[in-house]
């Protein structure tokens, strides 16, 4: 099993920009698939991007393609979620997550371990 911290969350204005990080604190993120998701108050849990293993292929969804950007770090066992060109409406708890490295997925249902998430609030 591995457990996830996040970190890098505040309050930003609309057009700024964000680096959020979440460090495997107890076992590795090796070779789990990784996830950013993130939910806001009366709305779906909603993926923002995903890794495979080794970093070589990602996947977004159309509301933040563009914008926002995964990576990892295996070594530094620590995945990275770079937010740029920020809006109001991307206002959310953020967490990330882990899946067997055969998820290929953004569905959330697929994902066994969670952080405990790290607010990003974008101001108008």
């Known amino acids: 099993q591995v457990q996830l911290e996040e970190s890098g969350g505040g309050l930003v204005q609309a057009g700024g920009s964000l680096s959020l990080s979440c460090v495997a604190s107890r076992g590795t993120i090796v070779p789990y698939y990784m996830g950013w998701f993130r939910q806001a108050p009366g709305k779906e849990r909603e993926c923002v991007g995903v890794i495979n293993w080794s970093g070589g292929t990602t996947d977004y969804p159309d509301s933040v393609r563009g914008r926002f950007t995964i990576s990892r770090d295996n070594a530094k066992n620590t995945v990275y979620l770079q937010m740029n060109s920020l809006k109001p409406e991307d206002t959310a708890v953020y967490y990330c997550?882990?899946?067997?490295?055969?998820?290929?997925?953004?569905?959330?249902?697929?994902?066994?371990?969670w952080g405990q998430g790290t607010q990003v609030t974008v101001s108008s």
């Open positions: 997550a882990a899946a067997p490295t055969t998820a290929q997925s953004m569905d959330g249902r697929l994902f066994r371990h």
